[in-house]
């Protein structure tokens, strides 16, 4: 079965060609009230026609994402990130402020992966991932085990270990 659309050798094609009626139409008349409501008429058509040009415009347009910081107040906040997390794990869980040290580096975390997780030029830094990798290793810890819980010293060494390696990315500019 044949379909309507279907282009065969024996068809002719058809020009299509669009009617195009223009709205905007001045009329040359004497009475000159009716020659300011044409005028209005097409200032009214213009000036929506090129509203919509723009706000389209403006639409098509790549929105870029804001950027969450510069490099050197990346450094930074990753520098207090690094700190906090070596002083928590290095605190002795008898310790009265241990719970209170944890509180706070999951908030400072928190919002440092809130900040940094989006943006995609740190996304293939050495110095994100690592942090980013030792971040979710001390929470996840502390999420499981509470906030008083010692991490073992194999996972501890590791964490270390990560965040060593994104202190020297950080200083090299990675």
């Not at 709205?23 to 929506?48: E, P, V, W």
Request: proline share 7%; with cysteine; glycine share 2%.
């Amino acid at each position: 079965m044949a379909s309507p659309t279907l282009i065969t050798p024996t068809s002719k094609p058809q020009i299509l060609t669009p009617i195009i009626k223009p709205k905007c139409t001045i009329t040359t008349a004497t009475n000159s009230s009716s020659t300011t409501a044409a005028t209005q008429s097409c200032r009214r058509q213009f000036l929506s026609l090129t509203a919509t040009l723009i706000l389209s415009n403006s639409c098509l347009l790549p929105l870029t994402p804001a950027i969450a910081a510069s490099d050197e107040e990346y450094v930074k906040e990753t520098e207090e990130v690094i700190n906090k997390v070596r002083t928590t794990i290095k605190i002795d869980k008898n310790d009265p402020n241990v719970a209170d040290a944890v509180a706070d580096l999951r908030e400072t975390s928190n919002s440092w992966v809130a900040k940094y997780r989006r943006e995609k030029n740190l996304l293939g830094r050495p110095s994100f991932r690592d942090i980013y990798s030792a971040i979710n290793a001390v929470s996840g810890h502390y999420v499981s085990f509470g906030p008083t819980a010692p991490i073992p010293a194999k996972r501890k060494a590791r964490i270390l270990e990560e965040v060593d390696t994104a202190e020297k990315a950080l200083l090299r500019g990675r």
